[in-house]
């Protein structure tokens, strides 16, 4: 962990009621480039876990009763914390998650917007008034806060992932337990230790850290203290938790998989396209559910998008995101990266063919050289399954209609991306793709204003925006009578 100037930011425990819970119990994060051991963690599990549900439920009503401008002003510290030590942060999320460096103080920043955001758009709250059916009668409606809220969360964003359901948790008046993955818990933990500094209160928010993901998930998802259970992950592991849900009823918000298509029209700015797609897929090693899965050209212009595709591709600097230059980290882990070659030898096989890109890379087992793979149709796994890596299928298409086709023929709908210029195309396409979010010229579309969601079995729920509170408030009906009296 050396770098770190601020040595205070590497917890080994989790936090749970303002406390460091130690254990004796370990378990190892390891840096993905060099698959050396950066820490040893406290390995908590379903006692520690139950425990913080305990400290948030004993926290909900002091919390819950402050203003909205108390709740803001001790945020607005929370957020200031995290960009004075975004490059502390910064270098910690990439010895343990592995992206470049300046992508990581990138998501130290986009985390922190959500608190920032949400700090403010707490204060706008708003209820309302109906015209009542007697005239003896009031009709009101207020939100309240929805309670002990609890999160699990994945490594590919340890810092943003957390942030932005919890400043929208705590925003709201409710109070926050969080699972983050346990191949990236130090993100969270200085998370934690910041919010301690900002003056969170004890039990406002807390962080449990552990590898037993059936047991704690299970609590997480079953405790009756817990109202609200938000998870961001796969859709199989989501469809688990969400079934668990269903036995205490929760409100329950879900950022499950995507197979986000980029679609080249003829009409398009290729250049344009170019540098849209190298930035949707890349970023993060193409570890994310938003960016590009696979990318869709007018075949018209399929030759020359591909040719200043692969020629942009072959510029990507793959390497330790600790070094100088590196835009392509390595990813998660060699299972990652033999999951994602597993994807492209049975594409292959089936008639496709890598036109850039040797597989697994002398860096090391968790590097994958970025790879392009073309004659791929969308019955291809490259095409049918979430990549979550470097490797990016192109897919040749006639016509408007058949773009959408091959674009909807998913049963994800979380991201979507095309470049073209014509207005009429734009808004057909725009609103005839099955996607919650669609970019249009833009490949990089989240931001804390917006609201990140998907449909079908994408998941359900939004966050960031102002529809992002709305997932941690109640809806309550007051009917008052006798007033005529």
């Known amino acids: ?174 109070t926050f337990v969080a699972r983050p993955s346990p191949s990236t818990p130090l993100s969270a933990l200085a998370m934690a230790e910041l919010a301690e500094r900002a003056g969170i209160p004890a039990g406002v928010f807390n962080i449990v850290v552990g590898e037993d993901a059936a047991g704690m998930g299970k609590v997480l998802t079953q405790h009756p203290d817990v109202a609200k259970f938000t998870f961001t992950g796969s859709t199989a592991v989501g469809k688990i938790l969400l079934a668990q849900c269903a036995t205490s009823v929760k409100k329950v918000s879900m950022e499950l998989g995507g197979n986000a298509p980029f679609i080249v029209f003829d009409d398009a700015d290729i250049d344009a396209a170019v540098q849209g797609a190298l930035v949707s897929k890349y970023r993060n090693a193409g570890q994310t559910c938003v960016c590009t899965n696979r990318i869709l050209v007018q075949s018209k212009v399929a030759a020359e998008f591909t040719e200043k ?85 192109i897919i040749s298409f006639d016509d408007e209609a058949q773009a959408l086709a091959l674009a909807n023929d998913t049963e994800y709908g979380l991201a979507a991306y095309f470049y073209a210029r014509d207005i009429g195309r734009i808004f057909r396409v725009a609103e005839g793709l099955e996607y919650g979010m669609v970019g249009v010229n833009e490949g990089i579309i989240s931001n804390a204003a917006a609201p990140f969601g998907g449909v079908k079995q994408s998941g359900n729920g939004r966050e960031g925006s102002k529809y992002g509170l709305d997932d941690y408030l109640e809806i309550k009906y007051l009917c008052l009578g006798g007033l005529d009296k």
């Open 309 to 393: 595709f692969s020629a942009a591709v072959a510029g990507l600097q793959v390497g330790d995101g600790l070094s100088e230059g590196v835009t392509v980290g390595p990813m998660i882990s060699k299972t990652a990266v033999d999951d994602v070659l597993k994807l492209v030898d049975v594409t292959v096989a089936s008639g496709a063919t890598v036109i850039a890109g040797g597989g697994r890379s002398e860096l090391g087992e968790s590097f994958l050289a970025p790879m392009i793979v073309t004659g791929v149709t969308n019955e291809m796994a490259l095409a049918r399954n979430e990549i979550f890596g470097p490797v990016t299928p």
């Open 1 to 174: 962990m050396q770098g770190i100037k601020d040595s205070q930011l590497i917890k080994l425990a989790s936090y749970i009621d303002g406390n460091w819970v130690d254990s004796a119990d370990r378990f190892t994060v390891v840096n993905p480039a060099n698959q050396q051991v950066v820490a040893e963690v406290a390995n908590a599990g379903c006692d520690e876990t139950q425990a913080a549900i305990v400290a948030a439920k004993k926290a909900l009503p002091a919390w819950s009763k402050k203003s909205a401008n108390e709740r803001a002003a001790l945020m607005r510290k929370w957020f200031n914390l995290m960009m004075q030590h975004q490059d502390d942060l910064g270098r910690i999320l990439t010895l343990e998650q592995g992206k470049p460096l300046a992508e990581a103080k990138g998501e130290i920043a986009y985390g922190a917007a959500f608190i920032d955001w949400f700090a403010e758009e707490g204060k706008r709250v708003y209820g309302d008034t109906i015209p009542a059916p007697a005239s003896d009668k009031r009709i009101i409606v207020i939100k309240q806060p929805v309670g002990v809220v609890a999160s699990i969360t994945p490594w590919n964003f340890p810092n943003a992932m957390i942030a932005r359901k919890a400043a929208a948790a705590l925003a709201a008046g409710c």
